[in-house]
């Protein structure tokens, strides 16, 4: 779900910054490996806690002065967020299904908010499905900067990095310098916008 999202901001031209939230639920050892990864690949990433207050400041720092979105799936946290780093706000907020383990879409609307270090943001209801962007498969590669700073180097220009010889994305992968499960989102959404291309021609 990230990595689809952040191929559609970097395709609608908008910079994401990652915000992993609800630290307090698990040991920092648990996502390590994915925090470095993406701060690796160049993504500003904070992470963060409603509850113990950990990196709200940073959240408020990079929220002031522009119009940000604040975009995930039900249930992560983003209207505890908006009330944590400003009270007034009062937005209001809902448990997790014990059942399903999901949010339960308590923000309906999407709303603009002042914020009072300036700026706007947005906090907007859960998405539970994100369609690709709209863009040809040679281009997914330049939305993954860790992968796509491998293609010069391999023998077609338009490698889509999936299959093809000589291809110097794929011999990064195997030499562990790309990390896996990027390049296993990266290919399955090549794939996708490859089918999606193919069924319009149907
Ligand atoms: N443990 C823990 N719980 C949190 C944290 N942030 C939010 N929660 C809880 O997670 C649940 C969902 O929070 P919301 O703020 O409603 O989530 P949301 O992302 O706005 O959800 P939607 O509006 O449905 O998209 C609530 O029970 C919050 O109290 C956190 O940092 N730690
Ligand atoms: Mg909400
Ligand atoms: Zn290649």
Not at 22 to 30: E, W
Not at 71 to 87: D, H, M, T
Not at 166 to 179: I, N, R, Y
């Amino acid at each position: 779900m990230l990595d689809r999202f952040l191929l559609l901001s970097g395709a609608a031209g908008v910079e994401p910054i990652i915000c992993l939230n609800k630290t307090d639920l698990a040991p920092v050892t648990v996502f390590r490996s994915h925090v470095e990864a993406y701060k690796a690949a160049g993504y500003r990433l904070i992470l963060t806690s409603a509850r113990t207050g950990e990196g709200l400041d940073d959240l408020r720092t990079v929220l002031s002065g522009r119009f940000s979105v604040l975009a995930g799936p039900s249930g992560v946290g983003k209207s505890s967020l908006l009330n944590a780093i400003q009270p007034g706000l009062r937005l209001k907020t809902g448990e997790v299904s014990a059942k399903t383990r999901r949010g339960r879409h308590v923000t309906r609307l999407v709303e603009l908010l002042p914020l009072e270090g300036g700026g706007f943001v947005c906090d907007t209801p859960g998405f539970t499905e994100l369609k690709l962007p709209e863009i040809p498969p040679e281009a997914v590669a330049q939305h993954f900067p860790e992968i796509g700073r491998w293609s010069e180097n391999c023998r077609f220009h338009d490698c889509l990095h999936v299959s093809e010889p000589d291809c110097a994305v794929q011999k990064a992968v195997m030499g562990k310098k790309v990390p896996l499960f990027r390049y296993r989102h990266y290919a399955a959404f090549v794939a996708e916008i490859v089918e999606r291309e193919r069924r319009k021609y149907l």
